[in-house]
């Protein structure tokens, strides 16, 4: 079955930097795009970022453009979020997220707590 474990979430001050890793299996991983979406307390899960399948092409939310980069290892079935700058809204459980045949895939997610 799909799985998908986030790894690399904890608490940073204003400024610093984490890399979040998603493990996935179950899955043809190197053929499927992947995302990354954020929820933060009360507020409505939202994508991050994505990345297609070879990598070739990424999008981001308009407010971590040139602050997060998402990459990915075929080889390894891992999707990475690389988070420079980070603020308080930055806050969030993160996720990790494939769609295969139009059914959403989750992992647990990963608390990001910026604070000082």
């Known amino acids: 079955q799909v799985q998908l474990v986030e790894s690399g979430g904890g608490l940073v001050q204003p400024g610093g930097s984490l890399r979040l890793s998603c493990a996935a299996s179950g899955f043809t991983f190197r053929t499927y795009t992947m995302s990354w979406y954020r929820q933060a307390p009360g507020k409505e899960r939202e994508l991050v970022a994505r990345?297609?399948?070879?990598?070739?092409?990424?999008n981001y939310l308009d407010s971590v453009k040139g602050q997060f980069t998402i990459s990915r290892d075929n080889a390894k079935n891992t999707v990475y979020l690389q988070m420079n700058s980070l603020k308080p809204e930055d806050t969030a459980v993160y996720y990790c997220?494939?769609?295969?045949?139009?059914?959403?895939?989750w992992g647990q997610g990963t608390q990001v707590t910026v604070s000082s």
């Open positions: 990345i297609s399948s070879a990598g070739a092409i990424t």
């Open positions: 997220n494939v769609i295969i045949l139009s059914t959403f895939y």
